[in-house]
């Protein structure tokens, strides 16, 4: 049965069960000719329906907006993990989510990876992300699967969906939580050099088990955010939430020199919160400053004992840590730069570790009652001040914003930002270009599709070689 009204479809989270090219789909608008390259965006869109699985942890699907010389393409391709292989074949969901398999699964079916949550380029290698498992090295043209990609046995266990490119030096500094196994408070830290060689790997102990979705990398230090999102073998073995918020456990983060060892790192404290996403931090004489995207409490997870979290405080906001290195205190500030909800910040990522003049996020239009719906984009100077603010029709939802620049050497922010938006009463999404620095007169060109992209979490321009 067909239901067209947006009050029935409400979001656009379901899965999409097709795989699709369209070479020729339609611009409106004209695409700029400077743009040449590919925009890849990952997300969740589960081959089968498994029960009481988590939104976070459904199959990869890759989304590939090519565009060049003003003419557009798109493709799009399932991830073939280990899971999605054994689920294939089986014709049938085996795992329930966070690698917990269902009772009737095959014994020797072990690897519940869903690559589903960002997609890099470093070193010549396309990499899908996800924060359990290595990354799995993607074919860039034909989105084919390569396998895992684990630099020459070098790095092992989990790799963070969020792993940082210098822009100095083309080094890629990453880690892992649940280093030691799931639900662990181990957490790996390393680096990989512009080459693709992995020159660092260590393991250390955070103050406990904490889903670490992102972390914080400037010029000379690297920090670890441990927010109470906490991890327990003990509920996900009684059939409680594997992760839940436990806001008792206060709020960590662990700053380290780069040129140092996990031995070394200096814990701060501060006001129990969750930050998914970290803008950008830099360093500013003995203070390390970093714009983050701030929840009072988690959303989407429950309280230990299954309660919701409240609704009001589970909205981030751009928020300010700082952090006295100077040794007079072990807490760190948290300022709010704006009331407006957002998510999915990204800055021109040649500044990624330094000083940003411009950054954006997707933001929420206060004026709907619905959080998790991203209706709008927020373009930010370098202390959270808005430059522009753009929203959509009512009902549609837009992607992460990621910035592509100019030219190699335009100025910081010169460029455009591309966001794949959900057109909620045609119910298809378009590829919306923007002027980086005009977000407010809207959209330049669109690149219509006939069909959704599922709402997703990251992506990454690859320009032209």
Not at 317 to 342: A, E, I, K, P, V
Not at 373 to 393: M, T
Request: hydrophobic residues 40%.
């Amino acid at each position: 049965m067909q239901h067209d009204s947006i009050t029935e479809r409400r979001n656009n989270i379901a899965p999409i069960p097709f795989e699709a090219d369209a070479p020729f789909p339609k611009i409106i608008g004209e695409l700029p000719r400077e743009l040449n390259g590919t925009l890849y965006r990952n997300g969740p869109n589960p081959q089968f329906e498994a029960p009481n699985a988590h939104w976070f942890v459904g199959d990869g699907m890759l989304h590939a907006f090519h565009l060049e010389n003003g003419r557009a393409s798109y493709r799009n391709r399932w991830v073939r993990t280990p899971k999605w292989l054994a689920e294939h074949d089986a014709g049938r969901a085996l795992f329930g989510g966070f690698g917990r398999k269902l009772p009737d699964a095959p014994t020797d079916l072990t690897d519940g990876g869903v690559a589903n949550t960002n997609i890099i380029f470093h070193a010549g290698k396309l990499l899908a992300l996800e924060e359990a498992h290595l990354p799995t090295e993607i074919e860039p043209g034909t989105l084919a699967t390569r396998g895992y990609h684990n630099y020459q046995g070098r790095v092992a266990g989990s790799f963070t969906a969020h792993p940082k490119i210098d822009p100095v030096t083309g080094e890629l500094v990453f880690f892992g939580y649940n280093a030691a196994g799931p639900l662990t408070p181990a957490l790996s830290y390393g680096s990989v050099d512009a080459s693709g060689k992995a020159t660092r790997f260590e393991r250390f102990e955070a103050p406990y088990a904490s889903m670490v979705h992102d972390f914080i990398v400037t010029a000379n230090h690297v920090l670890f955010p441990i927010l109470p999102i906490s991890g327990s073998m003990e509920r996900a073995m009684s059939g409680r939430p594997p992760y839940a918020w436990e806001p008792d456990k206060g709020a960590y983060v662990g700053v380290m020199k780069r040129s140092s060892t996990a031995k070394d790192i200096v814990w701060f404290r501060a006001e129990a919160c969750y930050v998914f996403h970290v803008m950008n931090a830099w360093e500013d004489e003995n203070r390390i400053i970093a714009d983050v995207m701030q929840f009072e409490e988690a959303p989407l997870f429950p309280h230990p004992d299954g309660r919701p979290t409240d609704p009001e405080k589970s909205r981030a906001r751009h928020c300010r840590w700082t952090f006295d290195l100077s040794g007079n205190t072990d807490r760190f500030q948290q300022t709010y730069l704006d009331d407006l909800t957002g998510e999915f910040p990204r800055i021109d990522d040649r500044r990624a570790g330094l000083k940003n003049r411009h950054g954006w996020y997707a933001c929420a239009n206060p004026k709907l009652p619905m959080f998790g719906a991203l209706s709008g984009v927020v373009h930010v100077d370098g202390n959270g001040r808005r430059l522009g603010h753009y929203l959509l029709p009512a009902g549609d939802t837009i992607s992460e914003p990621v910035f592509v620049e100019r030219s190699k050497d335009a100025t910081e922010g010169d460029g455009w930002l591309l966001a794949v938006v959900w057109r909620a009463r045609e119910n298809r999404s378009d590829l919306a270009v923007f002027n980086a620095t005009d977000v407010e007169a809207g959209p330049v060109a669109l690149v219509q599709l006939g069909h959704r992209v599922p709402d997703g979490f990251h992506g990454n321009w690859v320009g032209a070689a």
